[in-house]
């Protein structure tokens, strides 16, 4: 009796996407139309077809040190050779320890106590429950608020949608966290249309931190976590003074500052971490994304020492200290390919490559866009950049579908957010490649501008979102 392998994806027919049910995707529309990646290289996909894309989202803002880098891929292949899985409870390996002590290396002032996750989400679930926690294990468990943002992503666990601001990621799941606020965002602001860099205005939003501690009382608040950057939904930089001023109020209050870094961390902004950059200092910082260049899923939550010996000094000895962890926390093989991205960010400098020439080159190409009538606000910092689209009056997201399906027809890949056409490409990109996916994107943006200029609103100037 003879036995059939499966067949193969170029074998499976009309059928085979029906199986994977797709994250955070229309399912029905993409299978209908698929668009498949089959490979990548540097900054580059290679489509199923055989097209070449420019990768301007470097994945999911993750893949900061270019595609398919040789040395992770063989610090990958030998360490999965000696040692391919340890249990993270109550045993060690090598690796996790080696790779704990590079990222204290790098982490700003005192934080040096590294949470191993598998993701984003898990590093941001982590940092809610380190500290609830801490406020526990200093005598003051009536700490048990948390306080997010409007318009911020920070997950989706039940933990970091319920801090997170963005309704359609919560209205589907009733039973989220009590006991949290929310912060309003920081944009839209006419004064600060066109900004480049840090906007000038908007300091004072961080005041209404105050307005909840004058409702619930900040002996109940236990931390408050924001993104230095509001990367999911269109790239809103905290204005100037803004952290600062949390900072402050917070240190007042004595409520931890917890600073979501999933994105703005390695080198994103030109600088190790955002915090760094916009010198505040937070509690508590999450990693994850290009903590391994996404070559496997991983995540971290870094904390101050005093934090870390609080809670271990809360418990008897010999005790568990913190009732937490996942069964890949510290992966050797997710350790591996975060040390050698460490290594390549070191030798090529690319903490600090999105700053200076490179990301006034990039910012000039941002706004030479301005001209297009289409476009009612463009925001750059580092490598990140958004690019605002009047929307279609009866159909809002509209544009910013056929801006993102036009690009990949000619190019470029790139990600909307409703009518915000974002892009944020590998730290590794050379001038020459920023020009060659500005090209695209100006031609797809005159497009739809002459298709639809007989009805282009006038423009507002206001609040964008």
């Not at 409870?89 to 704990?100: T, V």
């Not at 989400?121 to 500290?131: F, G, N, P, R, Y």
């Amino acid at each position: 009796m003879s036995h059939q392998s499966p067949p193969s994806y170029e074998q499976a027919g009309k059928n085979q996407h029906d199986a994977y049910w797709m994250p955070f995707t229309p399912n029905r529309a993409f299978k209908a139309d698929p668009r498949m990646l089959v490979s990548a290289k540097g900054i580059y996909y290679t489509t199923s077809d055989g097209r070449k894309l420019i990768d301007g989202t470097a994945g999911h803002a993750s893949v900061n040190a270019g595609h398919c880098r040789p040395e992770i891929i063989t610090a990958i292949h030998e360490q999965v050779k000696t040692l391919d899985y340890a249990p993270a409870f109550r045993w060690g390996h090598p690796r996790a320890f080696e790779f704990a002590n590079r990222l204290a290396d790098i982490a700003p002032d005192n934080l040096n106590r590294v949470f191993f996750t598998n993701s984003g989400s898990e590093a941001i679930d982590t940092a809610l429950k380190v500290a609830l926690a801490y406020q526990q294990a200093r005598g003051q468990a009536q700490r048990n608020r948390l306080v997010g943002r409007a318009l911020a992503y920070h997950g989706v666990s039940f933990g970091a949608i319920s801090v997170s601001g963005l309704g359609d990621n919560r209205k589907q799941f009733s039973a989220l966290l009590p006991h949290v606020d929310h912060l309003p965002h920081t944009h839209g602001l006419a004064e600060n249309l066109f900004s480049h860099g840090q906007p000038q205005h908007g300091s004072h939003f961080a005041d209404a931190l105050e307005d909840i501690i004058h409702i619930h009382g900040a002996e109940t608040i236990a931390a408050v976590i924001v993104e230095p950057v509001t990367v999911a939904t269109g790239i809103f930089i905290a204005p100037e003074g803004y952290l600062q001023r949390l900072r402050e109020i917070c240190n007042r209050h004595d409520i931890l500052l917890i600073f979501d870094e999933v994105i703005t961390g390695f080198g994103r902004i030109g600088a190790r971490w955002a915090c760094e950059r916009f010198n505040v200092i937070p509690d508590i910082i999450t990693s994850a994304k290009a903590l391994t260049n996404s070559t496997l899923p991983m995540g971290a939550t870094i904390v101050r020492e005093e934090i870390y010996e609080t809670i271990n000094n809360s418990a008897q000895q010999h005790a568990i200290e913190f009732f937490h962890g996942y069964t890949t926390s510290g992966h050797p093989l997710a350790c591996a390919a975060g040390i050698a991205n460490l290594d390549i960010f070191a030798q090529e400098k690319l903490f600090t490559r999105a700053s200076g020439e490179m990301e006034k080159y990039f910012e000039d190409k941002v706004h030479g866009l301005r001209d297009i009538e289409l476009i009612r606000d463009l925001r750059n910092i580092g490598f990140l950049a958004a690019f605002d689209l009047t929307p279609q009056p009866d159909q809002v997201g509209k544009h910013g579908q056929y801006v993102v399906a036009e690009c990949f027809k000619r190019g470029l890949l790139l990600r909307a957010a409703g009518d915000i056409a974002v892009l944020s490409p590998p730290l590794t990109i050379t001038k020459a490649q920023i020009d060659d996916m500005f090209a695209i994107l100006r031609e797809v943006l005159q497009t739809l501008q002459m298709s639809i200029q007989p009805t282009l609103p006038n423009q507002e100037v206001g609040c964008l979102v």
